[in-house]
């Protein structure tokens, strides 16, 4: 009960585990604070300059029980793999659907532009970001063969489900995968990935997980070859150069949420 209940207030907004973190951090924060006070003070009192006077409180409280930094995840992981192969390919151009702004596409805007879509408009004044909005439920004729290297990553599981506005539709990722494989040309480069366990369901209305067997014999069959595989564990761990088609890949290597992440090439015809 306590565990549902707290499942529930997260989905709402209110994370128990951040809010233990920050009453532990308030201790630390007013001692830190008493002493910042004593050295101004001491320094107005020995006639030295304050070059930075203290006018504002702005407590941080969660970031000294942390970690330097997360260098690990799903999307982390995920979005990181999928750039550095886009880097080592480096297309004369590049279109995304749905991933990540803030990672994969900012990677990618790191070093060539990107021509991102999404069902959600988005802006920025950042450079190397073209945004477009369309539902890829229905492309216009000009987004079909568009591009020799396009990139969908995490995204395919959301379509259909309403979860960004878009209308339910059960087959909604069938639909998005057949106009994905309609924008690229034959022998183009597909940088895809969805979450993949051994049970293939619906979690409402967040996503689908996929089967690896599934993606490769009712997805993927005879329109693309695989060049590059990894995979993401339940841990958030990736493993590099895994075999797809291996003995353990037909129980989607054992997981419950994971990330299948494929270099993919369009095949002609």
Same mark, same amino acid.
């Given at each position: ?36 006070? %004593? ?34 995840? +799903? ?21 995304? +659907? ?6 994969? $596409? ?9 021509? +991102? ?15 477009? +909005? ?11 063969? $568009? ?24 087959? %909604? ?5 057949n106009n994905l494989l309609r924008m690229l040309r034959p022998g183009g480069t597909f940088y895809f990935a969805v979450p993949i366990g051994r049970r293939q369901r619906i979690e409402f209305d967040a996503h689908r997980i996929f089967s690896l067997p599934f993606i490769l014999d009712d997805m993927i069959a005879d ?47």
């Open positions: 009960m306590h565990r549902k209940a707290s499942s529930l207030l997260n989905t709402l907004g209110v994370n128990f585990e951040r809010t233990r973190t920050a009453l532990r951090g308030i201790r630390p924060y007013m001692r830190n604070r008493r002493e910042m006070l %004593g050295a101004i003070r001491r320094r107005e009192s020995e006639g030295k300059p304050i070059e930075f006077p203290l006018v504002k409180n702005y407590p941080c409280l969660h970031d000294r029980f942390e970690s330097g930094g997360h260098a690990w995840g +799903v999307y982390f992981h995920m979005d990181l793999w999928a750039a550095q192969r886009l880097f080592k390919n480096r297309p004369s151009e590049h279109v995304d +659907v749905g991933s990540a702004v803030g990672g994969f $596409c900012a990677h990618v805007a790191s070093f060539m532009p990107i021509r +991102v879509i999404d069902i959600r408009p988005t802006t920025s004044s950042a450079r190397n970001l073209r945004f477009e +909005v369309c539902d890829l439920m229905d492309i216009p004729d000009s987004y079909v063969g $568009c591009t020799d290297s396009l990139s969908c990553l995490h995204t395919l599981e959301h379509f259909g489900l309403g979860r960004y506005g878009d209308p339910i539709n059960y087959d %909604g990722w069938r639909d998005g995968w329109r693309l070859s695989v060049r590059a595989f990894a995979y993401i564990d339940d841990a958030s761990e990736i493993h590099h150069d895994a075999d797809p088609f291996g003995p353990e890949a037909r129980n989607t290597f054992g997981l419950n949420l994971g990330c299948g992440v494929f270099e993919l090439e369009k095949n002609p015809g």
